[in-house]
């Protein structure tokens, strides 16, 4: 128990411990975890945004976190999966740092480093640059710009002006052509790995990563015997297409299964995402919501007392425009919806029949229903405040209520 209890209560400095030992365990020991390199391939849906279209569809946008090329999904583990959907790439941005470095008749044997780690695409040492009066001798005899005498990681540049100096740093860097104003080490003829140097100005020098996203961001940059660098590190680094990881969109309008748009019942639901990356399921997310029923609504003032014990209402007109039925955006009617209705007598707190012997009214969408229908048909001997409970329902052939349409209506009916 001694070492967790000390993990857990001195987390500040045993969590730095393990944070440096993972570092090293992931490949290159440069104040990153990577979790590509340890094999950890995780991936989630983020940013779920659903639609509910109101005709029980539904639209849908989301967002990928992690490294992933498609997304497919399955509604309510039908086994009807869609095709592969494309993870749209994001542009990214490569982290740089504007005029970092700065000659401007800066002291003879000057000397910084620049350190760009393999998660940047460098080699994960630092480089040093040495500006002198003389450079070192070539024993070797080597051949254009490498100086076999320098140590690895090293360039050497002639100390001259400040538009001579930069022109020869940029070719160090960028594997320019040789002249005799500058060596690299035999690792560095090909430039320093990871970085694009730019001149600004005369005597100004900007760099840029080679490539996108925030690994760029930890390029570092340090004088130790001169002045020459103005900023220490890069930074704007973002991710991006080079490396499909990120906040990566996707969407589907609607939603769909493999025989076409997905008509959901009202209720609860769920879709299961499964996340690819170049053919390997890297990741599966399960995000549940609710679809409402088509809203159908029903219009309470064709519902009218007759000052007979009565109740009339006009079919024709008792519904607004809404939906007929699911997936569909059609106006209902009459003639494509039922509708069920309950009374109950708020005077004399208790129910009361619709009709003779009948304690309600249920009409299918495909019943000839006449002109007007009569409510009550004289089942009040007293005058009283009547409560209608009207449920809509869906279209011919389903007749399913449409309960999260039920409206109420008080009416006082006179005898």
Do not use: W
Request: one cysteine or more; hydrophobic letters at 40%; a negative charge.
């Amino acid at each position: 128990m001694g070492k967790k209890r000390r993990y857990i209560n001195r987390i500040s400095k045993f969590g730095k411990k393990m944070f440096n030992f993972l570092d090293i365990v992931d490949g290159v020991d440069d104040g990153l975890l990577n979790l590509t390199r340890t094999g950890e391939t995780r991936a989630e849906i983020k940013d779920f945004t659903l639609t509910d279209n109101e005709d029980q569809t539904i639209a849908f946008t989301a967002s990928v976190f992690g490294k992933a090329t498609h997304v497919q999904y399955d509604s309510d583990a039908e086994g009807k999966a869609v095709a592969a959907i494309a993870v749209a790439d994001a542009a990214g941005v490569a982290a740089a740092s504007a005029q970092c470095i700065t000659f401007n008749n800066k002291s003879d044997d000057g000397e910084f480093t620049i350190l760009v780690p393999k998660l940047a695409g460098g080699s994960g040492k630092k480089v040093t640059v040495k500006f002198l009066d003389t450079l070192t001798a070539d024993g070797g005899g080597s051949a254009g710009r490498i100086n076999t005498d320098l140590a690895d990681h090293t360039i050497e540049i002639k100390d001259s002006d400040d538009a001579t100096n930069v022109a020869n740093f940029l070719k160090a860097c960028d594997a320019g052509t040789a002249n005799a104003n500058f060596r690299v080490s035999a690792d560095l003829d090909s430039g320093i790995a990871g970085i694009a140097a730019s001149a600004t100005g005369t005597n100004q020098v900007t760099l840029t990563a080679d490539n996108k996203g925030p690994g760029g961001n930890k390029i570092k940059l340090a004088n130790v015997s001169s002045d020459h660098v103005t900023a220490t590190s890069l930074s704007g680094g973002s991710e991006g297409t080079s490396g499909r990881t990120g906040a990566l969109a996707f969407s589907d309008s609607p939603a769909i299964n493999t025989d076409g748009t997905k008509v959901y019942t009202p209720g609860n639901h769920f879709i299961d995402f499964t996340i690819i990356n170049d053919g390997t399921t890297v990741g599966t997310t399960r995000v549940k919501f609710h679809v409402k029923e088509n809203r159908i609504t029903t219009d309470t003032t064709k519902f009218a007392d007759d000052t007979n014990g009565n109740i009339t209402l006009t079919t024709a007109d008792i519904f607004s425009a809404g939906k007929i039925s699911a997936g569909s955006s059609t106006d209902v009617s009459d003639g494509s919806n039922g509708f069920k209705i309950t009374a109950f007598n708020l005077t004399t707190k208790a129910a009361v029949n619709v009709a003779a012997a009948v304690a309600d009214i249920d009409k299918t969408a495909a019943a000839a229903l006449g002109a007007s229908e009569s409510v009550l048909q004289a089942a009040l001997t007293k005058a009283g405040t009547i409560r209608l409970t009207i449920t809509p329902k869906s279209a011919a052939g389903s007749e399913a209520l449409l309960t999260e349409s039920t409206v109420s209506v008080d009416i006082p009916v006179t005898v």
